[in-house]
T-cell receptor
Framework: GQNIDQPTEMTATEGAIVQINCTYQTSGFNGLFWYQQHAGEAPTFLSYNVLDGLEEKGRFSSFLSRSKGYSYLLLKELQMKDSASYLCAPSSIRDSWGKLQFGAGTQVVVTP | GAVVSQHPSWVICKSGTSVKIECRSLDFQATTMFWYRQFPKQSLMLMATSNEGSKATYEQGVEKDKFLINHASLTLSTLTVTSAHPEDSSFYIC?????????????FGPGTRLLVL
């Protein structure tokens, strides 16, 4: 099974930086996904980390520490459109089909 | 990224009817697709894993006779909600697994909103 823990909500102002932490306990850990989900819409893929370290993609970066069971998503130069729920989802090699279990998500609110 | 479509995007039906939702991978072949359900202000809940040419695998607590899944081709999976009731009203979302070299991703369809009256 998996335990996924991420904060429920975070608020930041436009132009700021926000870091969303995610801790997990996953048997046979095989990588971690981050998705963005706007209200009423389906999730959108943001990143996939399988090795330790930081992966940067424009304003969004994702970090993984396998030994600590820890990941974070860093959102820089926040824009109003970044207001959304951010979902952390570890995957497991114990599941050959690669199914994902999602955390409850972190609601990021960007204020002017 | 890869494109996954769902049809219909909205369904309103009477209690007791069956509703079929289609999930298509538009520019790639997906041997594995997943079906999720999401109630308002709740997280995505995985319902089942759909593999092309074989029976779907359902998560604990999901009734396989009520939620029929068919993955007849490498680009199409369908979810049929049989004898729908108001408590089945939800946001149903499919995703397709894509593996390219060492990279693995799941792309989601836009979702289908089901309202059972």
């Amino acid at each position: 099974g998996q335990n996924i823990d991420q904060p429920t909500e975070m608020t930041a102002t436009e132009g700021a930086i926000v870091q969303i932490n995610c801790t997990y306990q996953t048997s046979g850990f095989n990588g971690l996904f981050w998705y963005q989900q706007h209200a009423g819409e389906a999730p959108t893929f943001l990143s996939y980390n399988v090795l330790d370290g930081l992966e940067e993609k424009g304003r969004f970066s994702s970090f993984l520490s396998r030994s600590k069971g820890y990941s974070y998503l860093l959102l820089k130069e926040l824009q109003m459109k970044d207001s959304a729920s951010y979902l952390c989802a570890p995957s497991s090699i114990r599941d050959s089909w690669g199914k994902l279990q999602f955390g409850a998500g972190t609601q990021v609110v960007v204020t002017p | 990224g890869a494109v996954v479509s769902q049809h219909p995007s909205w369904v309103i039906c009477k209690s007791g009817t069956s509703v079929k939702i289609e999930c298509r991978s538009l520019d790639f072949q997906a041997t594995t697709m997943f079906w999720y359900r999401q109630f308002p202000k709740q997280s995505l809940m995985l319902m089942a894993t759909s593999n092309e040419g074989s029976k779907a695998t359902y998560e604990q607590g999901v009734e396989k006779d009520k939620f029929l899944i068919n993955h007849a081709s490498l680009t199409l999976s369908t979810l049929t909600v049989t004898s729908a009731h108001p408590e089945d009203s939800s946001f149903y979302i499919c995703s397709a697994r894509v593996r390219r070299d060492t990279q693995e991703t799941q792309y989601f369809g836009p979702g289908t909103r089901l309202l059972v009256l």
